[in-house]
């Protein structure tokens, strides 16, 4: 295509473009390469500066991609019919059938369409994630998946505005007609005839995950963006969109209770809970560490230690056990005797020493091996633990802190099939689409399957971009 027409940014206040994308991830750079490819001028407003730009995008590895065939990274077939029933399980079927399986069908296309974006793909990792399969991992992560949208969109004539968040939607009779942005140098109108929210949920914004979680959300660590304070949500909200989702389900996981509060990434996520015990604030075990390997597990412990007192837990571990996970960020807290580990971390050692003797007594013994469901479990205590139980005994000792951190949320715009936001009264806004976390879940209504966050995003990126280009050149 030789038409690479490109927003007017320059005549006094008003910038004047075919389309206007709000956001800067995955989602934005899909629906804005789509749309440029279709002909339309692009312009794409990114709360973040340039160097945080692209959001929770810039933290992710991979993504989940139905395809009939191995092709020398996925390293076998994954039909739509059992990404389907993945989904099902993990949502318990609290998802927009027909959109997901929309989305599930079309995921099929991501791996070329983002081949030809410049994206590239290394081989699975192996060890603990075990989606050599089902995931195609981005060569570099998601930073240098980014890179290559924003190269390509910029290619393409986008014209992207850092530090410029989108502040107010201006609608005619139900008609997106433009938008107010506020840039480092004040506020300026935008005139255009299409609109994408793709500015990710409100998982940054620590008020209105209170109003879901009450005041426990106050200790929460936020894995991703702080730009993600849904705004964009909140202002579609209000202008009588209609929201689908529960404000409280998102993805949560445990992690390192010293990860920063913002932006702390993977690196703060840890491998040892099912190596020893966790116990509350108050010394206490509150859930089984055993029950399953921890990829798959993990996901439901940001939401048990979010119900813990000070919404806070300790994994206990001994010297047995200090090797045998991937290495973390952050060192352990190590003392020699249980009681000074305790004490380090400020948890009662007479409660712990109980704790852990009860623990300790419970243990069967049996074969230990990491790799399988074992046979070392506990009898007769409560919560038990099933699997890997071994006493912690042999020191020195180790702790690690557990904080509840919030990946992202799923309250969002409910859209159709087309990518266009619905209202309350369930008619569509002809030109105004949704795509990535704002709309996520129309999808996800609970749980998670890894990968999926990246899916839905290129998947609705891509749709909405088509929507709206197609929507201005007629
Ligand atoms: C640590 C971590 C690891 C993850 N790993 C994976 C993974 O491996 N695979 C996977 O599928 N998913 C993963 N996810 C989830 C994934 O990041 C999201 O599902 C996906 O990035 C969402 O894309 P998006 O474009 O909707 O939002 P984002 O990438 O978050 O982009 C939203 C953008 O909107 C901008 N914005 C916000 N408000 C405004 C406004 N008012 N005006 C203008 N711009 C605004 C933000 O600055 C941001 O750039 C991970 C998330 C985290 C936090």
Redesign the pocket.
């Known amino acids: 295509m030789d038409f690479m027409p490109s927003p007017d940014i320059a005549i006094g206040n008003e910038i004047t473009t075919d389309v206007l994308i ?7 750079l899909c629906a804005a390469i789509t749309a440029a490819r279709n002909g339309a001028s692009v312009l794409v ?4 500066p340039k160097a945080w ?5 810039r ?6 991609v139905a395809h009939d065939e191995a092709n020398g990274t996925l390293t076998g077939p994954y039909p739509v019919e059992e990404f389907w029933n993945d989904l099902e399980r993990v949502t318990k079927g609290n998802t927009d059938v027909d959109l997901a399986m929309m989305t599930l069908e079309k995921s099929k296309e991501l791996w070329d369409f983002l081949w030809a974006q410049g994206v590239r793909f290394q081989p699975s990792l192996g060890g603990t994630l075990s989606l050599g399969r089902t995931n195609a991992f981005f060569l570099g992560g ?1 930073r240098s998946m980014l890179n290559a949208l924003y190269q390509t969109a910029e290619d393409l004539g986008v014209t992207v505005l850092y530090d ?4 107010d939607v201006a609608m005619e009779e139900g008609y997106f007609t433009g938008a107010t942005v506020r840039t480092a140098d004040g506020e300026r109108t935008v005139k255009a005839r299409g609109f994408v929210a ?3 949920g409100f998982e940054a914004n620590i008020d209105w995950l209170e109003e879901a979680w009450g005041p426990a959300a106050r200790n929460f660590l936020i ?3 702080p ?3 849904g ?2 949500l909140r202002l579609l909200m209000d202008k009588g969109f209609a929201p689908v989702g529960d404000p409280k389900q998102c993805h949560a996981v445990a992690i390192d209770g010293r990860a920063p509060k913002f932006d702390g ?2 690196v703060t996520r840890l491998d040892c809970v099912p190596f020893g015990i966790v116990v509350n604030a108050d010394g206490e075990r509150f859930y089984d560490e055993g029950e399953d390997f921890w990829p798959k597990r993990y996901a439901i412990w940001g939401r048990l230690v979010a119900a813990q007192p000070d919404q806070v837990g300790y994994v206990l571990i001994d010297s047995k056990s200090i090797n045998s996970f991937m290495p973390s960020v952050y060192p352990p807290e190590k003392a020699d005797t249980l009681e000074a580990l305790s004490r380090t971390i400020g948890v009662d050692p007479a409660k712990v020493a109980e704790t852990v003797a009860a623990f300790n007594a419970a243990c069967t013994g049996g074969t230990f091996d990491h790799t399988v469901h074992d046979d070392c479990r506990t009898e007769g205590l409560t919560p038990p633990k099933s699997h890997w139980a071994r006493p912690i005994d042999t020191p020195p000792y180790y702790a690690y802190s557990l904080r509840p951190g919030i ?2 949320t799923y309250l969002g715009i409910r859209i159709d099939a087309h990518g266009r936001m619905l209202m309350n009264d369930g008619k569509p806004a002809p030109n105004m689409f949704a ?4 709309m ?1 879940g129309n999808i996800l209504g609970e749980g998670y399957l ?8 290129s998947v609705f990126g891509r749709i909405a971009g088509h929507g709206v280009s197609s929507y201005v050149r007629n």
């Open positions: 709000a956001g800067g991830g995955n989602a934005a407003v990114e709360k973040a730009r692209g959001g929770n995008t933290h992710t590895r991979n993504m989940r998601g410029t968040e989108l502040t793709a500015a990710g894995r991703g963006t730009y993600n304070t705004s964009v990434g993977i990946t992202f795509a990535g976390e704002i996520a890894a990968g999926i966050g990246m899916t839905i995003g």
